[in-house]
C-alpha cells in the first residue's frame, strides 16, 4: 500500500489522524488542492482500506469507566480450537476494548475498561473465568496515562513521489 501513497495523501492522512471531522472544504485548503480532487483521494485512501472508519474519542472517567485494565490471559491448550474459541468469545465483552495475540509469556493480552474493583470482578468471574480453555489471568491496574494515541508516526514514510 505504501508505494500507492504520495506526499499529498500522506498530508491528507496526518490530517485525518488529527481531526477526522475537518471539512472536505478545509482539508481541502490545507493541502492545496480543489475539494473534488481532495474528495476522490480520501474515497480512494478508504477503498484501499487505508482509511479504515472514523470514530469518535470518548472520556473514559467522565463516563465513569475509572478504571482501566491490562489483563494477560494464559490458555490451558495451545491448539487452534481454543484460540479460536477464546477469539471469539472476547467479541462478545464489551468492556474488553482490545485484545491482542502475542507472543511470550502470555497468550492474549486484554484492554478492559470498567466502573470500579466491583465491575471488574463481575467481568473475571461472571464472564472471562467462563471462557472454556482459559488458564491463567494475570492483572495490571492503569495508575495514570501518560500517552494515549490513535495517530501512526506517518513522518516515517517515505512517500512514493511519481
Same mark, same amino acid.
Given at each position: 500500500?505504501?508505494?500507492?501513497?504520495?506526499?499529498?495523501?500522506?498530508?491528507?492522512?496526518?490530517?485525518?489522524?488529527?481531526?477526522?471531522?475537518?471539512?472536505?472544504?478545509?482539508?481541502?485548503?490545507?493541502?492545496?488542492?480543489?475539494?473534488?480532487?481532495?474528495?476522490?483521494?480520501?474515497?480512494?485512501?478508504?477503498?484501499?482500506?487505508?482509511?479504515?472508519?472514523?470514530?469518535?474519542?470518548?472520556?473514559?472517567?467522565? /463516563? +465513569?469507566?475509572?478504571? =482501566?485494565? $491490562?489483563?494477560?490471559?494464559?490458555?490451558?491448550?495451545?491448539? @487452534?480450537? %481454543?484460540?479460536? #474459541?477464546?477469539?471469539?468469545?472476547?467479541?462478545?465483552?464489551?468492556?474488553?476494548?482490545?485484545?491482542?495475540?502475542?507472543?511470550?509469556?502470555?497468550?492474549?493480552?486484554?484492554?478492559?475498561?470498567?466502573?470500579?474493583?466491583?465491575?471488574?470482578?463481575?467481568?473475571?468471574?461472571?464472564?472471562?473465568?467462563?471462557?472454556?480453555? /482459559? +488458564?491463567?489471568?494475570? =492483572?495490571? $491496574?492503569?495508575?495514570?496515562?501518560?500517552?494515549?494515541?490513535? @495517530?501512526? %508516526?506517518?513522518? #516515517?514514510?517515505?512517500?512514493?513521489?511519481?
Amino acid at each position: 500500500m505504501r508505494d500507492r501513497l504520495d506526499e499529498v495523501d500522506l498530508h491528507i492522512l496526518r490530517l485525518l489522524q488529527k481531526d477526522g471531522r475537518i471539512t472536505n472544504a478545509d482539508l481541502a485548503r490545507e493541502v492545496k488542492l480543489s475539494p473534488p480532487s481532495v474528495l476522490q483521494r480520501v474515497r480512494k485512501l478508504e477503498e484501499l482500506r487505508i482509511i479504515r472508519g472514523y470514530s469518535t474519542m470518548l472520556d473514559q472517567e467522565r /463516563l +465513569g469507566f475509572s478504571i =482501566t485494565v $491490562f489483563a494477560q490471559i494464559s490458555l490451558a491448550l495451545h491448539q @487452534e480450537a %481454543p484460540i479460536e #474459541r477464546f477469539r471469539r468469545a472476547v467479541l462478545d465483552i464489551p468492556e474488553i476494548l482490545e485484545c491482542y495475540h502475542v507472543s511470550g509469556e502470555f497468550d492474549f493480552l486484554l484492554k478492559i475498561v470498567v466502573e470500579d474493583m466491583k465491575a471488574y470482578e463481575a467481568l473475571v468471574r461472571n464472564k472471562l473465568s467462563h471462557i472454556k480453555g /482459559l +488458564g491463567k489471568i494475570q =492483572t495490571c $491496574f492503569v495508575l495514570a496515562t501518560t500517552k494515549m494515541s490513535r @495517530e501512526l %508516526p506517518l513522518d #516515517r514514510i517515505d512517500p512514493l513521489l511519481q
